[in-house]
T-cell receptor, first 112, second 115 residues
Framework: NAGVTQTPKFQVLKTGQSMTLQCAQDMNHEYMSWYRQDPGMGLRLIHYSVGAGITDQGEVPNGYNVSRSTTEDFPLRLLSAAPSQTSVYFC???????????FGQGTRLTVV | AQTVTQSQPEMSVQEAETVTLSCTYDTSESDYYLFWYKQPPSRQMILVIRQEAYKQQNATENRFSVNFQKAAKSFSLKISDSQLGDAAMYFCAYRPVGATNKLIFGTGTLLAVQP
């Protein structure tokens, strides 16, 4: 049972490059979210999805795009990376409106 | 807007002793969920304990228990018989009812366990 899988685990980007952080879950969860974790700031919600084809913005959405074409996958796209996007990114999924959130292992992204 | 505050950036406890981590929150909702997550150096987010606001009884999970004071909007975590494996960052989090995606986290407390 893989749970929530994030790839890659580490990434270094140059300013202006684009990339996609992958998130996949095998629990048939409707709800998926992306958070970023910065030192001294806890985790903050970037984007979330309540089902295939439905996404919405969280607290810090600027600079990120998401789409949800399948129940299993919820990729996070950085169109033009900036040093301010250096962070650890977590994907989470849950079942139902009050289900427990299951987190992936995180992706440490450095933008130079 | 809801907020979660953890006023202790770092704490230290001796092995086998008890430690309490503090958390306060602000909300105008009457029903919600509160959580404590543990993040060890592996970075994995591990759910430690969960409290539903409409339940007056404090949640307990083995050596972990909470002191939930709804009127004071306080949600502290007590770790009894501390073990070396308890060393980690601990996050307090709030979530509105029916909004499973929308966890609001505090800034975390880094707990060190001294042998």
């Amino acid at each position: 049972n893989a749970g929530v899988t994030q790839t890659p685990k580490f990434q270094v980007l140059k300013t202006g490059q684009s990339m996609t952080l992958q998130c996949a879950q095998d629990m048939n969860h409707e709800y998926m979210s992306w958070y970023r974790q910065d030192p001294g700031m806890g985790l903050r919600l970037i984007h979330y999805s309540v089902g295939a084809g439905i996404t919405d913005q969280g607290e810090v959405p600027n600079g990120y795009n998401v789409s949800r074409s399948t129940t299993e996958d919820f990729p996070l796209r950085l169109l033009s990376a900036a040093p301010s996007q250096t962070s650890v990114y977590f994907c989470a999924s849950s079942y139902g409106r009050n289900g427990e959130a299951f987190f992936g292992q995180g992706t440490r992204l450095t933008v130079v | 807007a809801q907020t979660v505050t953890q006023s202790q950036p770092e704490m230290s406890v001796q092995e086998a002793e008890t430690v309490t981590l503090s958390c306060t929150y602000d909300t105008s909702e009457s029903d919600y969920y509160l959580f404590w997550y543990k993040q060890p150096p592996s970075r994995q987010m591990i759910l430690v304990i969960r409290q539903e606001a409409y339940k007056q009884q404090n949640a307990t999970e083995n050596r972990f228990s909470v002191n939930f004071q709804k009127a004071a909007k306080s949600f502290s975590l007590k770790i009894s018989d501390s073990q070396l494996g308890d060393a980690a960052m601990y996050f307090c989090a709030y979530r509105p009812v029916g909004a499973t995606n929308k966890l609001i986290f505090g800034t975390g407390t880094l707990l060190a366990v001294q042998p």
